[in-house]
């Protein structure tokens, strides 16, 4: 709450709050409880990004969704910092899914803002093109046959496909731009 303050009083700028950003995030699976957040802080004492980052507290994030404000996280490079450890989630003694806040704060920017980070974008083509998020290289795949496992699952990349447009995704991802990295330290793009 300190920190909140502290950035209130060096902010001169007001800050256009939106009373209805809560409720939209509160439609996302996972996000429904975010009014429960009573700011203990347990979350951001066990993240394991915290740790290392000036910024980025997912106790701070849930209290920036509650207070409406909305501007200060779509499009944050910072949100794509959280790795879904879910450690916030096991911990949290309220139930918040801080975690899953944080992916729909994602989803929302990426839809706000047509951009997303490089790798999510080579991940979904890889998804689109085979139905597999990695692409596994020819030489892997003999080495799983020489172990004596079996082949890997065909995918049906028409249904991808289908899902991608039925979803709008399929636009979204031919017309994202792309960042490659988030300063750990800043909370800025990078590269
Ligand atoms: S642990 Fe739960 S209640 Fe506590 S600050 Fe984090 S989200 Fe809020
Ligand atoms: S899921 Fe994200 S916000 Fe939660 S503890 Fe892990 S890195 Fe931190």
Redesign the pocket.
Known sequence: MAELQQEAQENVKPEKIDPKFKYEVMKHPGAEKIQ?????????ADCAIARFSDFYK??KI?RIVQLGLKNRLLGNPMLWLCTTCFT?VD????G?E?SSIVRALRNMSVGNMNEMPFIYKVFASNVLKTGYVYLMPESRLKRRGAEGLPPLPKSNVEHVTKLFEATGFLETLENASTFKNVNLKTGDQDG
Do not use: E, I, K, S
């Not at 429960?36 to 951001?44: E, I, K, L, S, V």
């Open positions: 429960m957040c009573f700011q203990c802080g347990t979350c951001t997912p106790r849930a916030c911990h949290c003694p309220q918040v801080v």
